[in-house]
């Protein structure tokens, strides 16, 4: 006899996990379904092994920082020990989520879910049914479709290296491209970063952007900007990057030319729903247009940033939503940040939005480098736009590129979800001298 649950959530990483925990808690039958690991690709694959990485990376450019002021001696990172710290982490998430799941009472299977037609789930052949179903199934990297693209690799393969080649190549001047290429040049090897155009990271300010990459470049990584890329093949010295009037050799070629929804293996188009390359479309309610099924997280279609805590913030939500039915889903400001050296990250209104309404909103247009913050640890810049409503006096958004950027631009999200004023910030006594005690001078 076939289990009725309440609800069948599929794919076991943050979002559905999240939505797991959060529905058995209300007391609903629930059966999570995953094809691969536990836990999905931040914890596995993605954030959590990246950081760990970048770690070493951050260690030793402050010791670069500080040579001459108090330190003599940079270290150099041994990949293969960092690696086996990595390891030592991600090693148990897949059975410790199993294990965790179960305890708390969530039925499991692992294998691949497929819509047969409306109502009618299988995983490898077994048949679950359910009263309603939330898609989770997360994002993979995009392949290049170009000739030779069985060459490429991806950040899941470089999350996992063994030893670090000589010679490194990124296709993609996105978040994944330019955080992996800080961590392979730290490492020691020769980088490129390759972008069909002249504007990567388009998502972020300008001019931040080439501050960054003005960093990233007296570090040593080669951007190859306007090279959209045709070719890879394999010679006896590596293999060759080409495309008209540019043709590089590398030992290892990483395709970061962004992320592919899950969602074109799960026979969605047998119950109704649609998808395209952003993901599963869904209504303000995260609902698709099968009134059963739903879609959380990465795969799905939403106005806001790919990111693990908003994929727990609509968990969050989609578990209200099926328990006790609520308004449309209000997101929060979304803080974003790429993890380069010096970090880049942002919240809220643009500069360019901001500059196009002068009469409604001030840009201070910060260089913080000699501030206290910066100048005890010889960081080499440190740089804020921060967009103030001039009928208000709250901050609406901010750019920040230094170290601690992904610091600062949590307590920036604060001041901006918390409508903080200048006047009501300066009623509270802040830690001083720390990054939080600055945060009067941004306004």
């Known amino acids: 006899?076939?289990?009725?649950?309440?609800?069948?959530?599929?794919?076991?990483?943050?979002?559905?996990?999240?939505?797991?925990?959060g529905l058995v808690a209300k007391g609903k039958a629930v059966?999570?379904?995953e094809a691969d690991l536990w836990g999905g690709t931040c914890p596995n694959r993605g954030c959590d092994p990246k950081k760990i990485l970048l770690s070493a990376v951050e260690a030793k450019q402050a010791s670069a920082h500080l040579q001459g002021h108090g330190l003599t001696g940079v270290p150099t990172v041994d990949w293969p020990a960092l690696m086996a710290t990595k390891r030592g982490y991600t090693d148990g998430i897949n059975d410790g989520t199993l294990h965790g799941l179960t305890g708390a009472g969530i039925d499991t299977l692992h294998g691949e879910a497929y819509f047969q037609a409306d109502g009618q789930l299988t995983v490898d052949g077994e048949v679950?049914?359910?009263?309603?179903?939330?898609?989770?199934?997360?994002?993979?990297?995009?392949?290049?479709p170009i000739k030779g693209h069985e060459y490429f690799q991806t950040s899941t393969d470089f999350l996992d290296l063994d030893t670090m080649p000589k010679r490194v190549t990124f296709v993609g001047g996105g978040y994944?491209?330019?955080?992996?290429?800080?961590?392979?040049?730290?490492?020691?090897?020769?980088?490129?970063?390759?972008?069909?155009?002249?504007?990567?990271l388009k998502a972020f300010d300008a001019k931040m952007v080439q501050a960054l990459m003005a960093n990233l470049t007296a570090q040593g990584v080669v951007f190859d900007l306007g090279v959209d890329l045709t070719a890879i093949t394999k010679a006896a010295d590596g293999l060759h990057l080409q495309a008209p009037d540019f043709d590089l050799t590398?030992?290892?070629?990483?395709?970061?030319?962004?992320?592919?929804?899950?969602?074109?293996?799960?026979?969605l188009e047998n119950v109704g729903v649609t998808f395209n390359r952003h993901?599963?479309?869904?209504?303000?309610?995260?609902?698709?247009?099968?009134?059963?099924?739903?879609?959380?997280?990465?795969?799905?279609?939403?106005?806001?940033?790919?990111?693990?805590?908003?994929?727990g913030y609509e968990a969050r939500y989609l578990v209200d939503e099926l328990t006790d039915s609520s308004a449309a889903i209000s997101y929060p400001v979304v803080p974003t940040q790429v993890y380069a050296a010096p970090k880049l990250a942002q919240v809220g209104l643009s500069a360019e939005l901001a500059a196009q309404q002068p009469d409604r909103y001030t840009i201070n247009d910060l260089d913080m480098t000699a501030w206290f913050s910066y100048y005890r640890v010889q960081a080499p810049q440190a740089l804020a736009k921060v967009m103030v409503e001039k009928a208000t006096g709250l901050v609406v958004g901010a750019s920040v590129l230094?170290?601690?950027?992904?610091?600062?631009?949590?307590y920036l999200t604060l001041l901006i979800q918390q409508k903080i004023t200048l006047p009501a910030l300066q009623k509270l006594v802040l830690a001083y001298p720390t990054p939080a005690s600055d945060l009067q001078y941004l306004y």
Do not use: C, W
């Not at 030992?251 to 026979?267: C, F, M, T």
């Not at 995260?286 to 990111?307: E, R």
């Open 1 to 21: 006899m076939v289990k009725q649950y309440d609800v069948a959530v599929i794919g076991g990483g943050p979002a559905g996990t999240a939505m797991a925990y």
């Open 31 to 33: 059966v999570i379904i």
């Open 128 to 144: 679950v049914t359910a009263t309603d179903y939330v898609i989770a199934t997360g994002q993979r990297p995009a392949i290049l």
């Open 176 to 200: 994944v491209g330019f955080e992996l290429a800080t961590i392979v040049r730290a490492a020691g090897a020769e980088v490129h970063l390759i972008h069909h155009n002249d504007r990567p």
């Open 250 to 267: 590398t030992d290892l070629v990483i395709s970061a030319a962004g992320r592919l929804p899950n969602a074109d293996h799960l026979g």
């Open 279 to 311: 993901g599963v479309q869904v209504n303000g309610h995260l609902q698709t247009a099968n009134p059963h099924i739903y879609a959380i997280g990465d795969v799905s279609d939403t106005p806001v940033p790919k990111l693990t805590p908003v994929a």
């Open 402 to 410: 230094s170290d601690i950027a992904d610091e600062m631009i949590n």
